[in-house]
C-alpha cells in the first residue's frame, strides 16, 4: 500500500507526471518541448507580449524564457525583436511555420491524451470540466500570485 496523500498532492503529481509524459511526445514527434510548446501557445493567444509577461504568465524566469525563445527562434518559430519604445524589452511573435507547428502538437497531445481520458465515463469527464474550471477560477483570481488572468475552454 502506498503512502496517504492529500487531495492536491495527487493533482499536483498528476498534471507533473502527464507533463513529463506530454514533454516526450513533443520532443519525439517534433523536437519541441512542453516550455517551447507553452510559449508557442501564449504567442498565438497574445502575439507581441513582451518575453518579461511570458515568463510571468508561464511562471518561468526571464532566462528560461529568452533561452527557449532563442531555440524557437533559432528553428523559424518565432521572431524575437527589440521593442522601438524601450531598446531593453525584447517581444515574441509566432511565425507561419510556429502557427503550424502550435496547431500539430495540440492535434498530437489530442491524440496522446483521448485515450486516457476515455477511461472516465461522459458524467465524469463533465464533473472534472466542472471542477477544473472551478478551482482554475479561483487559483486564477486577479490579485492571487502568478495569476493568468484569462478564461480557458476545456473541451470534455
Not at 517581444?91 to 476515455?118: N, V
Request: proline residues 6%.
Amino acid at each position: 500500500m502506498g503512502p496517504v496523500v492529500t487531495v492536491g498532492y495527487m493533482l499536483q503529481h498528476t498534471a507533473i507526471i502527464l507533463m513529463r509524459q506530454s514533454d516526450q511526445v513533443l520532443q519525439e514527434r517534433l523536437g519541441i518541448g512542453m516550455s517551447q510548446f507553452r510559449i508557442l501557445m501564449m504567442l498565438k493567444a497574445n502575439p507581441n507580449v513582451q518575453q518579461r509577461k511570458l515568463a510571468e504568465y508561464l511562471g518561468q524566469t526571464e532566462a528560461s524564457i529568452s533561452r527557449q525563445t532563442k531555440l524557437l527562434s533559432e528553428k523559424g518559430l518565432l521572431l524575437v525583436r527589440v521593442n522601438p519604445k524601450s531598446r531593453r524589452e525584447h517581444i515574441a511573435l509566432p511565425t507561419a511555420k510556429g502557427l503550424k507547428m502550435t496547431e500539430a502538437a495540440l492535434e498530437i497531445l489530442e491524440q496522446y491524451h483521448t485515450p486516457l481520458f476515455d477511461l472516465l465515463s461522459d458524467k465524469q469527464r463533465q464533473q472534472l470540466v466542472i471542477s477544473m474550471n472551478t478551482l482554475h477560477e479561483s487559483i486564477c483570481a486577479p490579485g492571487n500570485p502568478f495569476a493568468c488572468d484569462r478564461p480557458f475552454d476545456i473541451k470534455p
